[in-house]
């Protein structure tokens, strides 16, 4: 429990000490990696899984090639990349790392979103004359946005979590804590660059998970609510009913 007080009170020093960057700057190298990862991935991923999900076409190759992705070891894959092209493109080589590391979870998020989609509301949408490519804007990516998010939100947090690994090649990040502080015994430091991960982690999940309840459409919500009324209501008839 003192380690931990420790921990806390060397994050709100503003001196990390050790040559370390100050935690603010930390931070926003941290940042940077992610969204910068996760939006390449984006990029890639969603046109990808939405082309998957609105033909049915290519999900096999699809789950194949995310679970081979999945299998990479990220701390191997930084080094082979940091040691295929060298010292003066670390930087290419850990968005290369995490960029692969994120699509898998988006581009599931992206196909399974529309694949979820009652098939009887394509075919209406069809039936009315719909253009494929009207199909796709204003019927599958409304009502596929929400798993599309869930993706990006665990492709986010998967992402924050491994751009620690970051600092061994000297790219800073909140990483660069727990590197320095195993070898100088400042468990502290360790502890303290752990909990700002953590920290980091959970303010990020918090935003997607807002983020995910918003997408989805206000007809939909309004459905789940009404139906969950009548439940309510029948369940309190029968405990009424047990009652007497």
Known sequence: M????????????????????????????????TFVSVLVAALIAVPLGWLIGHTGKGRDVAVAISGAARAI????????????????????????????????????????????????????????????????????????????????????????????????????GLGQYILAGIPLRRFDIVLGGALLVAALALVLDGIFALLQRAAVPAGIRAAHSHHSVPQRSATARTAAVGAS
């Open 2 to 33: 003192n380690l931990i007080g420790e921990a806390i009170a060397w994050i709100f020093s503003g001196n990390p000490g050790a040559g370390l960057a100050p935690i603010p700057v930390a931070l926003a190298q941290h940042l940077w990696f």
């Open 73 to 172: 070891p990220s701390f191997g894959l930084l080094i082979f990349l940091f040691l295929l092209l060298g010292v003066l493109r670390t930087t290419e080589a850990a968005i290369i790392t995490f960029v692969l590391l994120a699509i898998p979870s988006i581009l599931a998020g992206a196909y399974t979103g529309f694949e979820a989609i009652d098939r009887k509301v394509i075919d209406a949408a069809r039936a009315m004359g719909m253009t494929e490519w009207q199909i796709l804007w204003r019927v599958e990516v409304p009502l596929g946005l929400s798993l599309l998010i869930a993706g990006l939100r665990s492709a986010t947090l998967q992402v924050v979590a491994t751009v620690t690994i970051a600092a061994f090649i000297n790219l800073g």
